[in-house]
């Protein structure tokens, strides 16, 4: 299990345990995070489940994927930070890690 910070855009900070190997998307969808919906199912195939990765951790991800980088394309409020939560997977490495949710996504 990897702590994950979940920050919706209002500051409301949610810390979820997201089983190792599990997708951020469905730990947020499992736990009812506001702001991410993942319509798709975890597919990348709709970027309702978009988050800003805090800085401090982008540098620890693995490499974004083309289809991801597509899909991002879809979002207003993409930044440099921009991850699609279901692409990122809960690991030992990834404890603590730090995710907001857009303002568009609430």
């Not at 409301?12 to 993942?38: C, F, K, Y």
């Not at 199912?41 to 289809?67: R, Y």
């Not at 394309?73 to 857009?102: F, H, M, W």
């Amino acid at each position: 299990m990897a702590k994950i910070i979940y920050v919706a855009f209002d500051g409301v900070s949610r810390d979820i345990e997201v089983e190792n190997g599990t997708n951020l998307m469905d730990g947020a969808v499992d736990n009812m995070v506001p702001g991410i919906d993942g319509d798709c199912g975890g597919a990348c195939a709709c970027a309702t489940c978009h988050v800003h990765v805090d800085p401090s951790w982008v540098n620890k991800l693995p490499p974004m994927e083309e289809l991801e980088d597509t899909m991002l394309g879809l979002v207003d409020s993409r930044d440099e930070y921009s991850r699609l939560s279901c692409q990122l997977k809960a690991s030992p490495e990834l404890e603590g890690l730090i995710v907001n949710t857009p303002h568009g996504q609430h």
